[in-house]
Structure formats: structure tokens, C-alpha cells
């Protein structure tokens, strides 16, 4: 439409495959060296296991925390049943022990997303461009 009122687009039309083989030389000339890639995927690795070391080990202290919330729940019902406290601090105790068990099971749901990232591996913080490049390679006859 606007080239035939002469004030439209003035870029010249490209074949597709001279487009395609233009963004191939593209992604080939910013693609880092195999070396660089396999460097970076390592350190990757290390990070993401060191990482994933630490969420277990977060992991592991919630869930004793949890277990010792549970056990000062239960002393405190029995202390109650005793006559020991009155009704007052146990309400004020279970509220409290209650507050932070849902902080707790808040944290380990987060940690357990956190884990389902660190899955996926190091090759997808580098897969784009190197998907690309080997799919580029591939389509070609």
C-alpha cells in the first residue's frame, strides 16, 4: 500500500533465507567459545550445588524447629491439664507457637520451590544461545 503512493516503507525486500543465514552469522559471531560455555556451566554446577547443599541443610534445621514447636505445644497442654498455667498463657503460648510453625512451613515452601529452580541445571542459564545456534545449525539442508 504505501509503495504505490510512494511514501511508504523504503527498505528494499530480503529473501528469507538471506535473512535467516544473516541472523545465523549473527548468533555464530556473539555465541562464546565452547570452552567459555563449558567453564561457565561448571561454575554454574558448583554454585548450584553449594547452594543446594545450604537449602538442606536450612531444610533440616526448620524441621527439628518444627518438631520442638510441636513438643513445647504438647508440654504446654499437659502443663495446662496439670494446673500448672492458666488459660490465659496458654493461649498466648499456643498463638505464638502457631505464628511460628506457618512461618516455618512458609520458609520450607519456599525452599522446596528454590530446589525445584536448582533442577533445571546450569545449562539453562546458558541455553538459549546455544539452543539456538545448534537449532540453526540443524535446519539447515
Known amino acids: 500500500m504505501g509503495q504505490k503512493r510512494h511514501y511508504g516503507c523504503q527498505q528494499k525486500y530480503v529473501l528469507a533465507e538471506d535473512l535467516e543465514k544473516a541472523i545465523e552469522k549473527y548468533y555464530q559471531r556473539i555465541q562464546p567459545p565452547k570452552k567459555v560455555i563449558e567453564r561457565l556451566a561448571k561454575d554454574f554446577g558448583d554454585e548450584l550445588l553449594a547452594r543446594q547443599s545450604n537449602t538442606i541443610d536450612e ?83
Do not use: N, W
Not at 61 to 78: G, N, S, V, Y
Not at 101 to 112: F, G, H, I, N, T
Not at 117 to 132: E, K
Open 59 to 141: 531444610q533440616q534445621f526448620i524441621t527439628r524447629r518444627m518438631a520442638r514447636l510441636a513438643d513445647q505445644r504438647k508440654r504446654l497442654t499437659e502443663a495446662y491439664y496439670h494446673g500448672a498455667i492458666p488459660i490465659e498463657v496458654l493461649k498466648a503460648e499456643q498463638t505464638r507457637i502457631t505464628g511460628e510453625l506457618d512461618d516455618c512451613q512458609s520458609r520450607l515452601e519456599v525452599l522446596k520451590e528454590g530446589r525445584r529452580g536448582y533442577q533445571t541445571g546450569p545449562r539453562a542459564c546458558l541455553g538459549p544461545r546455544v539452543q539456538l545456534r545448534r537449532r540453526l545449525r540443524e535446519s539447515q539442508p
